[in-house]
């Protein structure tokens, strides 16, 4: 019986730092990518931090409800369009994270090479 409560604290625990993984995963991402990005600009790191957390939420959403992933590479065109889409809406919840429509469709091409060669699995 022991055996099994250790097991679900230990997926507990593993899923906790899932989480926290890819967030700071999206974290150095999305700071990689405004930096490469034309008009596309975080103030700060707490934006830095909310805009992944942000970012993390309304990925998670759209797997949930629609089952479609917002990554640009593997995805076609919706994921890249979803990826765009979410880079872009990102700044109407975040303060200190602006970006234009232009930088939203190139921030989702860098994010997504980006994206490819960090090594990880970022699926919950």
Same mark, same amino acid.
């Given at each position: 019986?022991?055996?099994?409560?250790?097991?679900?604290?230990?997926?507990?625990?593993?899923?906790?730092?899932?989480?926290?993984?890819?967030?700071?995963? *999206? @974290?150095?991402? +999305?700071?990689? #990518?405004? =930096? %490469?990005?034309?008009?596309? &600009? $975080?103030?700060?790191?707490?934006?830095?931090?909310?805009?992944?957390?942000?970012?993390?939420?309304?990925?998670?959403?759209?797997?949930?409800?629609?089952?479609?992933?917002?990554?640009?590479?593997?995805?076609?065109?919706?994921?890249?369009?979803? *990826? @765009?889409?979410? +880079?872009?809406? #990102?700044? =109407? %919840?975040?303060?200190?994270? &602006? $970006?234009?429509?232009?930088?939203?469709?190139?921030?989702?091409?860098?994010?997504?090479?980006?994206?490819?060669?960090?090594?990880?699995?970022?699926?919950?």
């Amino acid at each position: 019986m022991s055996n099994n409560t250790q097991s679900n604290s230990t997926t507990g625990t593993s899923t906790a730092w899932q989480i926290i993984g890819r967030l700071f995963t *999206a @974290a150095v991402v +999305l700071a990689i #990518t405004a =930096f %490469f990005t034309p008009n596309f &600009s $975080i103030n700060n790191i707490w934006s830095l931090a909310l805009a992944a957390i942000v970012l993390t939420i309304m990925d998670y959403l759209i797997i949930k409800f629609t089952g479609l992933h917002a990554s640009p590479f593997g995805k076609g065109f919706v994921g890249f369009a979803l *990826a @765009a889409i979410i +880079l872009y809406f #990102t700044q =109407f %919840f975040v303060a200190g994270y &602006s $970006i234009s429509w232009m930088a939203a469709i190139i921030g989702a091409l860098i994010y997504g090479v980006v994206d490819y060669f960090i090594p990880g699995n970022q699926q919950m």
